[in-house]
């Protein structure tokens, strides 16, 4: 299945201006900015975020600017820029500013983090559903603890999700089983080993989902898994069988 099926349903155009704050705070990809505004130029409330936002590209800017009849502004008007060091600095200075400048980077994205989860807190169900199917890791990864079911499935269709979110996922005992089954069912994930032996060994994967896979763990965690009191006792049959089939002379 494309991206652009994946994407059916998702329609720019439509999204409440919610969604749309959302996607650009977490973005910085032009691309996104540009989806937005050319999916939006009859909608003046659109225009004015974009407007507004540090991260819209300048070109997009320009254009806006005349149609709002608004300043000509520089993208990231606003912002407090980072400061340098105009001469010369002592090590031990240097080391101080540049510690400095790490701990206000690492509050910048705590604060990043923080107005997004507030901002996703906001929205009603099915903003969520769409912001699932179009949202960055950031954002996917708050959705991903939804309570809302159908949020965190729309999640898992998200085209631009990674293998890595995937294994931590597979591993996760508080997601729902559609989720674990939904994995289950996509082949290119469960070529990944990591993303195989995670669902087989979730304690909330149904047996039925489980059981297929089981032939195809390796030695070493077959032993782990038959002693894993913690899945199903037909897993853990399952991953006798396979381990003394591995084993010679059992």
């Given at each position: 299945?494309?991206?652009?099926?994946?994407?059916?349903?998702?329609?720019?155009?439509?999204?409440?201006?919610?969604?749309?704050?959302?996607?650009?705070?977490?973005?910085?990809?032009?691309?996104?900015?540009?989806?937005?505004?050319?999916?939006?130029?009859?909608?003046?409330?659109?225009?004015?975020?974009?407007?507004?936002?540090?991260?819209?590209?300048?070109?997009?800017?320009?254009?806006?600017?005349?149609?709002?009849?608004?300043?000509?502004?520089?993208?990231?008007?606003?912002?407090p820029a980072p400061k340098k060091a105009e001469?010369?600095?002592?090590?031990?200075?240097?080391?101080?500013?540049?510690?400095?400048?790490?701990?206000?980077?690492?509050?910048?994205?705590?604060?990043?983090?923080?107005?997004?989860?507030?901002?996703?807190?906001?929205?009603?169900?099915?903003?969520?559903?769409?912001?699932?199917?179009?949202?960055?890791?950031?954002?996917?990864?708050?959705?991903?603890?939804?309570?809302?079911?159908?949020?965190?499935?729309?999640?898992?269709?998200?085209?631009?999700?990674?293998?890595?979110?995937?294994?931590?996922?597979?591993?996760?005992?508080?997601?729902?089983?559609?989720?674990?089954?939904?994995?289950?069912?996509?082949?290119?994930?469960?070529?990944?080993?990591?993303?195989?032996?995670?669902?087989?060994?979730?304690?909330?994967?149904?047996?039925?989902?489980?059981?297929?896979?089981?032939?195809?763990?390796?030695?070493?965690?077959?032993?782990?898994?038959?002693?894993?009191?913690?899945?199903?006792?037909?897993?853990?049959?399952?991953?006798?069988?396979?381990?003394?089939?591995?084993?010679?002379?059992?």
């Amino acid at each position: 299945m494309s991206d652009e099926q994946l994407l059916i349903g998702f329609d720019l155009s439509t999204a409440s201006i919610g969604v749309l704050e959302v996607l650009c705070d977490e973005s910085a990809d032009e691309s996104l900015f540009n989806d937005i505004y050319r999916a939006n130029i009859a909608r003046p409330e659109v225009l004015k975020l974009l407007y507004d936002h540090y991260e819209t590209p300048q070109v997009l800017l320009d254009e806006i600017a005349p149609v709002l009849q608004l300043p000509m502004k520089k993208q990231g008007e606003g912002r407090p820029a980072p400061k340098k060091a105009e001469t010369e600095e002592p090590k031990e200075e240097r080391q101080v500013r540049e510690k400095k400048e790490e701990e206000q980077e690492q509050e910048a994205r705590l604060m990043k983090s923080e107005n997004l989860l507030t901002k996703i807190a906001k929205l009603s169900t099915g903003e969520k559903v769409q912001l699932a199917m179009k949202g960055g890791k950031e954002v996917r990864s708050i959705l991903l603890k939804d309570t809302s079911k159908e949020v965190v499935k729309k999640v898992m269709e998200n085209p631009k999700m990674t293998d890595s979110e995937v294994d931590l996922i597979s591993r996760n005992r508080q997601v729902p089983e559609d989720v674990l089954r939904m994995i289950a069912k996509k082949k290119e994930w469960m070529k990944n080993y990591s993303i195989m032996l995670g669902l087989v060994t979730n304690p909330k994967t149904p047996p039925g989902v489980a059981m297929p896979f089981v032939k195809n763990v390796k030695k070493k965690d077959l032993a782990m898994l038959e002693k894993n009191k913690n899945i199903s006792q037909a897993v853990r049959a399952a991953a006798k069988k396979f381990l003394s089939a591995k084993t010679p002379g059992s």
